[in-house]
């Protein structure tokens, strides 16, 4: 089972509204990616977790917020977004680093 | 710096024809890896392939074939009698030791295969 699963399928939020997006992985992964992909454009990396800690952050502003509970979770945390974070968020998961990722189905985010 | 190049845009065939992706990567690394990855309308992307840089083997899969050429920095992509299904944006990628937990992305080859 190479299956990410990410919810909700879509989200539209206020500039106000604090709002979270949900990931999870049942193949005993170990790192867990964030990815925000604008149409026509390559996803660009917003986060790393490699065994539950926070490697990377893509110089992400304040205004996301990534949690990993545990190893099968990573969550996303969005508050005072602005219009130009509308995108596709793409959540992935790979064995270990540089083995190949699997990705979610993402989250289609429009900010009002 | 590591790079990658998808130096199409865009590709339109009829189906049942065969169609190739191009990807030139740089990286000053002797080990890394790279990927393909499928990205169809639905948005999700999906894992095609991962080679390593010691392996330059051609890999055929079904009606998919990669051709690695660490001569020219190459990690090409065909599709035999292309379907309909086969419609999406195709990514090549890589990582290398000094970025093992990031893919860096091409910008992504869009292919339209009609009926």
């Known amino acids: 089972d190479t299956e990410v699963t990410q919810t909700p399928k879509h989200l539209v939020m206020g500039m106000t509204n604090k709002k979270s997006l949900k990931c999870e992985q049942h193949m005993g992964h170990r790192a867990m990616y964030w990815y925000k992909q604008k149409a026509k454009k390559p996803p660009e990396l917003m986060f790393v977790?490699?065994?539950?800690?926070?490697?990377i952050n893509e110089s992400v502003p304040s205004r996301f917020s990534p949690e990993c509970p545990n190893s099968s979770l990573l969550n996303l945390h969005l508050h005072a977004l602005q219009p130009e974070d509308s995108a596709l968020y793409l959540c992935?998961?790979?064995?270990?680093?540089?083995?190949?990722?699997?990705f979610g189905p993402g989250t289609r985010l429009t900010v009002t | 710096a590591q790079k990658v190049t998808q130096a199409q845009t865009e590709i339109s065939v009829v189906e049942k024809e065969d169609v190739t992706l191009d990807c030139v990567y740089e990286t000053r690394d002797t080990t890394y890896y790279l990927f393909w990855y499928k990205q169809p309308p639905s948005g999700e992307l999906v894992f095609l392939i991962r080679r390593n840089s010691f392996d330059e083997q051609n890999e055929i899969s079904g009606r998919y074939s990669w051709n690695f050429q660490k001569s020219t920095s190459s990690f090409n992509f065909t599709i035999t009698a292309s379907q309909v299904v086969d419609s999406a944006v195709y990514f090549c990628a890589l990582s290398d030791s000094l970025n093992t937990d990031k893919l860096i992305f091409g910008t992504g080859t869009r292919l339209q295969v009609f009926p």
């Open positions: 992935a998961s790979s064995r270990w680093l540089a083995s190949e990722q699997y």
């Open positions: 977790y490699s065994y539950e800690k926070l490697s």
